[in-house]
């Protein structure tokens, strides 16, 4: 076992630090606050590679592994959550799928585009009667006689980055009567007629990330744009999940560096009963307890990331491995933030600190990507073999 990290693992890492110091720290409040989605910030993270770490260079990528994508996601996420969840949509939930499954066309288009920052990509999945049971959409496309295009009608909702998307990778059911083995993937370019987007949901935390419903309203998809085979679809929306999830559990350990960082040089410096409060044991508790959960976390994702690149060369599964990172990481972020808040007491509830953002922030890391209830649900499903 090697804890060492590769020179290009450095190099990435040490990349989006100068980044996220320079560039994402100081405006983060304010981004916040205005809930503005920071374009500019996010097409200069695409020239630098970060949208698309794990893309070949042969598709506008930066050709690095996953341990360099979850490194360089922590560090983003340590500045502003909101940034990475729009860079994990780009590099997780939309290069990923189409490098695995698409055709060399699909790759030189969309995912080029996307892991350049030229383009955002989307992940539409979520419907307004289903977002665990994700099998049960109501979404349809169906196939043009001719076999030319597939007419799709669809509502999606909760889709990250949709208000600014370019492209979205979209799931519909081209067999109903098949259930999970009915439903296909396409990938839809939102400039096309018949695609339109719905209200911008106000939301507690990753406030800048845009998240709206859409909608396909009779929408002509080209039949190059099925993303895979038909009826392959629901698989392909879980395998992304399952990637997915590792980039959660770096957003959930980046955050939870920062609050941990703040709560430290907090203890040293706040001085009651004439002493620093981290004199104290009941915060030296807090921060050994936030500490162990902290690198636990860290530990699990970046052993998931490893699981992964491992998968590529193997071709198994690492299913558990991703829903183990995001369910530990994402409940010790939520512990690590809820402390934080309690360790800086009242200033912890004000916007003149960042503690109260990272709080709000670590909730979602518990929701998306599958609730901290589906990834129990996973792993006892895979561990038992029952159902
Ligand atoms: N990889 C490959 N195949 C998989 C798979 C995986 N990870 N998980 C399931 N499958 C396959 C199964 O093997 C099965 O295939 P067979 O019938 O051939 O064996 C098929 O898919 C159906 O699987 P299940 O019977 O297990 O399906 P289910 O209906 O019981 O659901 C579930 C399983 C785990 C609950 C799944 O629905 C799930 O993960 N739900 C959560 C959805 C979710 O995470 N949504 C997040 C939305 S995206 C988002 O949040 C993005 C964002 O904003 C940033």
Redesign the pocket.
């Known amino acids: 076992m090697d804890f060492n990290l590769t020179e290009e693992q450095q190099m990435i890492q040490a990349a989006a630090r100068d980044f996220a110091r320079e560039r994402i720290a100081p405006v983060a409040a304010e981004f916040d606050e205005s809930g503005t989605f920071p374009i500019d910030n996010i097409r200069a993270m695409g020239e630098l590679g970060l949208m698309g770490i794990e893309v070949p260079e042969a598709y506008g990528g930066a050709g690095l592994d996953t341990i360099g994508y979850a490194l360089a996601l922590m560090e983003i996420c340590e500045a502003d959550a909101a940034h990475g ?1 729009i860079m ?2 780009n590099n997780s ?1 939309f290069c990923n799928g189409i490098l695995k499954h698409g055709t060399e066309d699909q790759k030189q288009k969309y995912v080029r585009a996307v892991a350049s920052g030229e383009a955002i990509g989307a ?1 539409a ?2 419907e307004p009667q289903s ?6 959409m109501k979404s349809r496309a169906v196939r043009s006689d001719d076999g030319s295009h597939y007419v799709i009608n669809a509502r999606k909702s ?3 980055s949709g208000p600014y998307a370019d492209y979205l990778v979209l799931f519909a059911m081209t067999d109903p009567e098949a259930g ?2 009915g439903v296909s993937a396409f990938i839809i370019d939102t400039r096309v007629d018949g695609f339109s987007r719905g209200k911008t949901e106000p939301k507690l935390g990753i406030r800048a990330s845009a ?1 709206c419903e859409v909608e396909l309203d009779d929408y002509k998809c080209p039949a190059d744009c099925l993303l895979g085979e038909e009826g392959q679809g ?2 392909i ?3 992304v ?2 990637a ?2 590792i980039g ?1 559990a770096a957003q959930a350990v980046g955050i939870a560096q920062a609050a941990y960082d703040a709560s430290l040089a907090w203890s040293r410096d706040r001085k009651a009963f004439g002493r620093e409060i981290g004199s104290f044991q009941m915060i030296q508790a807090k921060i050994a307890d936030m500490k162990c959960r902290l690198e636990a976390a860290r530990l699990l994702t970046l052993r998931a990331a490893w699981a992964k690149m491992q998968a590529q060369r193997t071709g198994a ?1 690492f ?1 558990v491995d991703g829903s183990m990172a995001k369910l530990v990481a994402s409940e010790a972020c939520m512990y690590i933030t809820h402390q934080a808040v309690q360790i800086h007491g009242g200033m912890g509830y004000s916007k003149e600190m960042p503690v109260e953002r990272y709080f709000r922030d670590a909730k979602i890391t518990e ?5 901290s209830e ?1 990834q129990r ?2 792993i006892g ?1 895979t561990e038992t073999g029952l ?1």
């Open positions: 969840t994990s949509v939930l992940y999945l979520t977002g665990s049971d994700a099998s049960n909760w889709i990250t999970a083995k998240t629901f698989k929306a879980m395998g999940l399952d997915g999830r959660i599964r299913t929701i998306y990507e599958g609730t589906i649900m996973v499903r159902r």
